[in-house]
């Protein structure tokens, strides 16, 4: 046996020892445990690590979008975020996983839903593999899918920031995380058409990260710009307030990647794991030095807000590929990806697009890139079929978005007055100040 096997069997035997102390005992009282047990004890265990791992995403979100705006909306931003995480929760477990996971189809694959709520018999209570082998529970399974489905909205929280009505988001971010999210999920995890077409997106660079980019490009285009940002053909800087607040963010947003993607393997098969780890990590770092040497060539001063976001566009380009690609290709498509979110952020900036943290660069444009580089860099893999999963994607969720905030536009609003938005959320929409003791800005 060579080392490699060894491991695969010593790392689940450790965890269960760990885990569930005399989960089997002899007559003489010593633990007996089967391969087949301690690899379900160990997959279980490694997804529930990485769905906390996912949970801490939220705080870096939440922290990276407060530090890049204002601090007169720093409350309304937080607010947002603590509301998505509950939103996302609940519809999933209302609607959401069995729309993504409908088991059988009703639209030759455009369509399924299994039932409302939650809930599981005994006997069904493991997944199993093909070959009947348990690969972890249905409320592992469960938990796990349920903490990505918050994140396509929180993508158009940074996005809208800032002049957005709370109560329309808030109404946007329930129909859109219950209904789009995990029904255009289902055409690929839930084994769904393009599943059956070969379209391939490991952990979300287009079912997570794109999904919410779509959305936040459709709330941009109908809200229009902050107030004072763009005068005449000039572009006026609105900087964010809390730059260490922003670098703690992506910080937590690479940390949780490790969930986002590790998690994504869905077992905790060292080799495998381990491989998306250093494909993630080496994403990101490339995604640093890609946006840093751009914005500082282009700016012609090294620029904190790109670099950061520079973390996070090598991160949400890996996402698709991490299992797929090489170590190599995963430096480069971390490398591009870097250098497109800052002609992205310059980009839409000049076409008047005002998205104050670049979650559209970001998370739609960046996200686009890593679903096609699998097609690229992955020679299993299909390079027109992810083309057409990407215009699939994008035509079906803006469309979608562009309809529900055209809908709450047209009846409740969904831009606060101009009022409101000089004084800030934090005042108009809370009552309240994240900065109680200090006088914010009001410009």
């Known amino acids: 046996m060579n080392s490699s096997n060894k ?85 999933y477990a209302a609607v959401g996983f069995n729309l993504m996971y409908p088991g059988d189809f009703s639209m030759a694959g455009f369509f399924g839903f299994s039932g409302f709520g939650i809930g599981v018999s005994p006997e069904n209570m493991m997944v199993t593999g093909d070959d009947g082998v348990g690969i972890y529970t249905y409320w592992t399974d469960f938990i796990f899918q349920a903490m990505f489905a918050a994140t396509a909205a929180t993508v158009v929280s940074g996005a809208v920031a800032e002049r957005i009505k709370l109560h329309s988001f808030i109404i946007f971010s329930t129909i ?99 491989f998306v780890f250093v494909t993630t990590s080496l994403a990101a770092a490339a995604g640093i030095i890609g946006a840093m040497v751009l914005s500082w060539i282009l700016q012609k001063k090294p620029d904190l807000s790109m670099t950061l976001n520079g973390t996070l566009a090598g991160l949400v380009g890996i996402t698709a590929g991490a299992d797929v690609v090489s170590v190599m290709s995963s430096i480069i498509i971390g490398f591009v990806a870097g250098m497109l979110v800052v002609i992205a952020v310059m980009g839409f900036d000049r076409i008047k697009i005002d998205d104050p943290v670049g979650a559209i660069s970001v998370h739609l444009v960046c996200g686009i890139w890593g679903t096609l580089a699998v097609g690229i860099f992955s020679a299993d893999h299909s390079f027109a079929t992810q083309f057409i999963g990407v215009l699939a994607y994008g035509v079906t969720c803006f469309v979608a978005a562009f309809v529900i905030f055209f809908a709450l536009k047209v009846t409740l609003g969904i831009r606060v007055s101009e009022e409101e938005e000089m004084g800030g959320l934090d005042v108009g929409e809370h009552g309240m100040a994240a900065y109680a003791d200090f006088e914010a800005k009001t410009v």
């Open 176 to 274: 859109y995380v219950a209904l789009v999210y995990p029904w255009v999920g289902s055409w690929k995890w839930g084994g769904g058409w393009l599943d059956a077409k070969g379209f391939y997106d490991f952990a979300g660079s287009t079912l997570v990260h794109s999904v919410g980019g779509w959305a936040a490009l459709a709330g941009v285009l109908l809200l229009g710009p902050r107030l004072g940002k763009y005068v005449g053909n000039s572009i006026k800087p609105i900087m964010g307030h809390n730059m260490p607040l922003a670098t703690i963010g992506a910080f937590l947003l690479w940390l949780g990647w490790f969930g986002f993607n590790g998690g994504s393997v869905l077992s905790a098969d060292p080799a495998a794991v381990s």
């Open 7 to 91: 491991n695969k069997i010593i790392l689940p035997l450790l965890i269960t020892m760990i885990a569930l102390p005399g989960v089997a005992l002899a007559s003489d009282g010593a633990a007996t445990v089967t391969g087949a047990t301690a690899t379900y004890v160990a997959n279980n265990t490694w997804m529930l690590v990485a769905t906390f791992l996912v949970f801490v995403m939220h705080l870096g979100f939440a922290s990276l979008e407060a530090g890049l705006t204002r601090s007169k909306n720093a409350v309304n931003i937080l607010f947002k975020n603590t509301a998505i995480i509950s939103i996302g929760l609940l519809t």
